[in-house]
């Protein structure tokens, strides 16, 4: 499954959208230094955490992409450097919980 097929499966809502690429896994998990060493090339990382460091694990982690559960929209400082470095940042009403069962099914 790629980055816009999981969008559209899932109806998310897209904060910055850059490149579709295969999606292999997943994680779930807002504690950065933990994500930074579990997260796998290709996962799609779903969060909480909103802030400027967000992009930075997503870039280091090669993640493909991640989604903000819970109706949480990512800060402007993070947006932005979604924006410089071409990460897909997506929304969703949904749980953490719900969305990793989502996603679980649909990958």
Excluded: Q
Excluded at 51 to 70: G, H, K, Q, W
């Amino acid at each position: 499954m790629t980055v816009f097929e999981l969008r559209d499966a899932l109806d998310l809502t897209v904060f910055h959208e850059e490149e579709d690429r295969p999606v292999t896994g997943g994680y779930a998990g807002d504690l950065l230094s933990w994500v930074m060493g579990r997260a796998e090339s290709g996962d799609c990382w779903i969060t909480i955490m909103s802030n400027r460091n967000v992009p930075a694990v997503c870039s280091l982690t090669d993640a493909a992409m991640v989604i903000f559960a819970e109706d949480v929209v990512p800060d402007e400082a993070a947006l932005e450097a979604a924006r410089d470095n071409g990460l897909n940042f997506y929304g969703s009403p949904l749980s953490v919980f719900e969305l990793c069962a989502k996603v679980s099914a649909l990958l």
